[in-house]
């Protein structure tokens, strides 16, 4: 799991993460790079790829999970094959 954020100031991304309890890494994405390519247009928005970067679906954008629920069902029939 990576999490992108269009923040810049790092002493900001570190206390929301200190806040959040965050544990896996952040990319900043200043430019909105990735948000642009995923069209990742609110937050937070939760996009599932194969190991290889490939959307989970085949789809472009990537499935998008906002519940625990919605993420196991897509997860769920990748970790079978």
């Known amino acids: 799991m990576v999490s992108i954020t269009p923040e810049v100031d790092e002493a900001l991304i570190k206390q929301f993460w200190d806040e959040y309890e965050g544990t896996w890494p952040v990319v900043k994405d200043p430019g909105l790079v990735a948000t642009d390519r995923w069209n990742a247009n609110s937050y937070p928005t939760n996009l599932v790829f194969d190991r290889d970067g490939t959307p989970a679906t085949g ?3 990537a499935v998008r999970a906002r519940t625990f629920e919605e993420f196991t069902s897509v997860i769920d ?3 079978e094959v």
């Open 59 to 61: 789809e472009t954008p």
């Open 77 to 79: 029939p990748l970790l």
